[in-house]
């Protein structure tokens, strides 16, 4: 499990999809530049982050980071101040 600081992210899309219950986000870090991915799943209350070294997704551990960040895609989605998309397909 790993840590994320919701301050440190600029939000450059997030991808809706319906059938799988998630949305995907992408952000940038705003001090290193470096592209940052993650994975909502809504109906259990997780978030994932890609970790393109390994190949893998790995759960947030910080329950206030991983609030923070939901509250910022919730915001996000009622304001529709970057791109935002949604799929109509179910991811499998």
């Not at 319906?18 to 994975?39: D, H, M, Q, V, Y």
């Not at 997704?57 to 529709?80: A, C, H, M, P, T």
Request: aromatic fraction near 8%; glycine fraction near 4%; hydrophobic fraction near 35%.
């Amino acid at each position: 499990m790993v840590k994320t600081e919701c301050q440190d992210l600029i939000f450059k899309h997030l991808i809706e999809m319906p059938a799988s219950n998630c949305i995907f986000c992408s952000t940038k870090e705003r001090t290193t530049g470096r592209s940052r991915l993650f994975l909502f799943f809504q109906d259990r209350d997780r978030i994932y982050r890609r970790n393109g070294l390994k190949g893998t997704w790995e759960e947030l551990s910080d329950q206030e980071g991983s609030r923070s960040l939901q509250r910022k895609v919730e915001n996000i989605l009622l304001k529709r101040n970057i791109p935002c998309y949604t799929s109509l397909t179910a991811v499998v």
